[in-house]
């Protein structure tokens, strides 16, 4: 795994608990976790469990007893190191968005169709896709519970950039991160609403924006895990977005209300999405989920009213990996999924998905709100390349 910080933690658990939790076809051996500062990765490296640490990403990729590469850098690194992985011969797993920008994501997708004709495998990290909850909700909806749908509302609300002396972390530089709120949680509930309804952002119109625009810089002997850290003395520029409000158009001809932002007061890590059809709807909370939210149009008019669904049932998906019904699961448990999930499609020859292709879509998607933005809103089509203006 290259990278340790907040993901890197994350995926360290999914790592460790896959093999406890499945019956994997391959055994899964945590051999080297990398990153820039020597102590800090090798403390790292003791404390998730992995057996060795090291500065060199590049020397590690080209070791003959490494398989997969876990990529949970900043997104600036992305694209040079997956590249790399996939010519090596390595599966990759890459932590969303896949990259900072289209042409990036493009020539990651590019190396993963090459590596897949060598059976060399590729994912991406949406990994929201693998709580039980939502991988029903999507379940549903292609059985038909909602019938036709009409209408999606999709919204990601964090609040930890409210307080003004919040240091200027690499999240919040254009050159690191790509963009702000929109490609760090915007691409989640972008890719959850093609995910749950099967159908792909055409268009968008929408709105970015920078709220605080200058902040004090970080100290520079402090650690950061890119959501928070220690000011030191200075101040300098936010490059990015706090917040993205957007509107989009599935390809069966449904409008999505998206919101993203980083400036909901009082909204820790909040990612709701409700899709609404003709026959009924289904909603999720993250804040919740262990559940969902089901209406059905069809039921008598005396039992009308959303009812609540507890998703730990061992028929749930990766439930009957855990614990009893009504035993809850938390956010770590999508990390165990998502290992699953890469271990077995390698071990038994297919793509998994997400894809570095999904993943180009959902980064297209993102420029073209940027772009619209840009164009005081005008709606802009979803195109393989330069994103067009519609008129």
Known sequence: MIGYGFMGAAHSVGWRQAPAAFDLPSDVDMAVIVGRNEAAVAAAASKWGWAESATDWRAVIARDDIDIVDIVTPGDSHAEIAIAALEAGKHVLCEKPLANTVDEAEAMDAAARRAANRGVRSMVGFTYRRVPAVTLLRDLVAEGAVGEVRQVRAAYRQDWLVDENEPLAWRLQKEHAGSGALGDIGAHIIDMTQFVTGLAVETVSGVVDTIVKQRPLLDAGAASSGLSGHAGSGVGEVTVDDVAIFTGRLSGGALVAFEATRFATGRKNQLTIEVS?????????????????????????????????????????????????????????????????????????????????????????????????????????VAAHEPALLT
């Open 277 to 381: 059809g003709d026959r009924g709807a289904l909603a999720f909370d993250l804040e919740d989920l262990n559940s969902l939210q089901f209406y059905d149009r069809t039921a008598a008019d005396d039992r009308q009213g959303f009812t609540r669904i507890l998703v730990t049932e061992p028929v749930h998906p990766y439930v009957s990996g855990w614990w009893p019904a009504g035993h809850l699961l938390g956010y770590e448990h999508g990390f165990s999924h998502q290992a699953k999930d890469f271990v077995e499609a390698i071990a038994h020859g297919v793509d998994p998905t997400p894809s570095f292709a999904d993943g180009l879509h959902v980064q297209r998607v993102l420029e073209a709100v940027e772009r619209s933005s840009e164009h005081e809103s005008a709606w802009v089509a």
